[in-house]
């Protein structure tokens, strides 16, 4: 998998309270490492590694297929503003835990467990870019420099026997943390 893109880490807290799904959300007391993905609608449990962009420009998900990684010069979750990366493999002969991220839909939940407490995000968009594309749209992708948050989920697909063509990118905006448990 190939990403890049330039890195300004983002401070900060996740903004005002909002409501969905009859709960009421309220941000997460500071921005916090990520520890587990958890995709409820595809059956995602996954713990979340730190990772890094290789001296090749390259940013690879972990090598246990069943981790995902967050990009740690990408924003925490919790954070006002930019991009918090996670990336994970997809095995086309099963078992990676983002072997079904197509699935995703606009309005699934997705949330990522941190040492301070559980950020709910809502899927916003789901779609495939060829890695030309993803080369081509990194900054916007990827870039820290935006001024609400959202999560960015990535993993390939399109295998054709020898590699994958693909990535599937899945944005996600955040709710926080539903406010009747603690951070």
């Known amino acids: 998998m190939v990403i890049a893109g330039f890195v300004i880490p983002s401070p900060g807290i996740a ?5 969905g799904d009859g709960h009421v959300y309220r941000p997460l007391a500071a921005p916090s490492k990520p520890e587990l993905l958890i995709i409820p609608s595809i059956g995602v449990k996954a713990p979340v590694v730190p990772i890094e962009i290789a001296s090749s420009g390259v940013l690879s998900p972990p090598s246990v297929v069943k981790e995902v990684g967050w ?3 990408s924003a925490k979750p919790g ?7 996670i990336t994970g493999h997809t095995v086309h002969t099963g078992g990676g835990a983002m072997n079904d991220l197509g ?3 606009s309005g699934d939940l997705v949330q990522v467990r941190t040492p301070r407490g559980t950020v709910d995000y809502r899927a916003t ?3 495939v870019y060829t890695k030309a594309e993803v080369a081509k749209h990194a900054q916007e992708l990827f870039s820290q420099k935006r001024e609400q948050n959202r999560l960015v989920l990535v993993t ?14 899945v944005f996600a905006d ?8 603690t951070d």
């Open 15 to 19: 903004g005002d309270p909002q409501i």
């Open 71 to 73: 990009w740690k010069r």
């Open 79 to 85: 954070a006002t503003g930019g991009q918090t990366l």
């Open 103 to 105: 699935d995703v839909r």
């Open 125 to 127: 968009k789901v779609f």
């Open 156 to 169: 390939c697909t399109g295998w054709t026997g020898k590699d994958y063509t693909s990535n599937i990118i």
């Open 174 to 181: 955040p709710l926080g943390v539903r406010a009747d448990t």
